[in-house]
């Protein structure tokens, strides 16, 4: 399996290459130059796997070059840290199922492909001999999934920058109770945006960047694609010994179009599901994009959702791609556009396209609480304020076909909305409340780009 840039410039790169190039070098993203096609016959076989031999098989197929023996190890140890013997259970709650994808270290579906991405980045850099710093800015989950993917891993160190008292109190702690040598978190004072601006100033330093072998984390690598595609096919698989039908819908809460492009490529694969449900909240963008044609920027509304409160969607590039035939020329042309102008118009034609792919809804913070309120009320299962948004969508925009909600995050991550939402409390959870009584570690620093550059240079490999 060779890989391409979706703006053209890059071409038959390995796949030990896509991951350690992360962004294409012509500014574009990764994508496979062949998807692998899965026919019904090989659909059967897959369906009898755990989850673990079936993630070894799906990645297999697009991680040729890789010995099996050293996937097979990777795969194995990257998903013994979930707290759930099926990884990804999927449960059935009133007439929806909901794939839980929040059994990893960190309690939200991040982890499924962070915690292999790590130990892949940790492969290649031992068996190259070479060294990578990870620096990044964080609202939250991404930075608590990335230290909890490299932490304790040869050859890599990882700062990850926050704004200090504007992160949840689980995220903060999931970040600095880390006592690995190797992480490093710089609470910063200032807002998110400081820290993100900062860390955007220290990768536009290219002498520095080259001299501390800095590196990103970020959801545009092919890898946390990749690893998510696994889960489709599981919980298909699930849903379809249950009841028997051989096509499912899947509503997905997104906000980068990471999660959903996954299903989207699982789909090409030849598994049999209907258009995806691409569920937003206020931040409406992509909802719009399948709605009606129109990509174009809003300001950042701040929801009950956090982590979907996104507008420029790093992944729709990749869908662009396939939207175009692989026309790469119009792929840049497209992305020119839309940086000069902020804003994308898709043609009729187009729209028939997308909208056999996708069918959308938005979701508002109101209609956030109730949906868990009256979830909790009817089945006794609380949702995340991520998830509420899927299963809203499915009431709205659903086919007639068994649904598959994704559950992006653990309900505990999210108690100040939940508390809004319910008056049973929480059950309490192990995972948080041992950390509680756990030390910190955490460097705090003023927003001051030469102080955190002479850090980072002391500290970094
Ligand atoms: C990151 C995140 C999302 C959005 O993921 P996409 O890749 O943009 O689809 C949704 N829910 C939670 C809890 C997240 O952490």
Known sequence: MKYCSTRGKIQDLSFSEAVMMGLASDGGLLLPQKIPQISRQQLKALSKMNYVDLAYEIISLYATDLPAADLRSLVNRSYASFDHSD???????????????????TLAFKD?????????????????????NIIGATSGDTGSAAIAGVRGKKNINIFILFPFGRVSSVQEMQMTTVADANVFNIAIDGTFDDAQAIVKEIFSDQAFKQAHALGSINSINWVRVLAQIVYYFYAYFRVNEQTGCEEVQFSVPTGNFGDI??????????????????????NNILSRFVNGGDYSLADVHHSLSPSMDIQVASN??????????????????????????????????????????FVAASINDQQTLDQIS????????????????????????????????????????????????????????????????????????????????????????
């Not at 492009?261 to 049999?272: D, I, V």
């Not at 927003?447 to 550059?453: C, E, M, R, V």
Request: overall charge positive; hydrophobic content about 40%.
């Open 261 to 282: 492009f996954a299903g989207y490529l699982a789909g090409k694969m030849g598994l049999p599901t209907r258009r995806f449900i691409l569920a937003t909240n206020a």
């Open 316 to 357: 729709f590039e990749r869908y662009l791609y396939y939207l175009y035939d692989g026309d790469t020329a119009a792929v840049v042309a497209a992305m020119e556009r839309f940086k000069k102008t902020g804003k994308l118009i898709f043609s009729a034609e187009q729209l028939t396209h997308i909208q056999k792919d």
């Open 374 to 461: 009256t979830f909790s009320k009817q089945t006794g299962y609380l949702l995340d304020p991520h998830t509420a948004v899927g299963v809203r969508a499915v009431d709205e925009v659903g086919d007639d076909v068994p649904h598959i909600c994704l559950a992006t995050a653990h309900p505990a991550k999210f108690p100040e909305t939940i508390d809004k939402a319910v008056t049973d409390k929480l059950p309490p959870v192990e995972a948080i409340e041992k950390l509680s009584s756990m030390r910190r570690r955490c460097e705090r620093m003023t927003a001051d780009l030469q102080k955190i550059k002479s850090y980072i240079a002391e500290k970094s490999l």
């Open 112 to 132: 499924v492909a962070l915690q292999f991405l790590g130990n892949l980045f940790e492969y290649y850099l031992v068996r190259d001999n070479k060294k990578l």
């Open 87 to 105: 990884i990804t259970p999927v449960v059935k709650k009133g007439d929806i199922y909901i794939l839980e994808l929040f059994h990893g270290p």
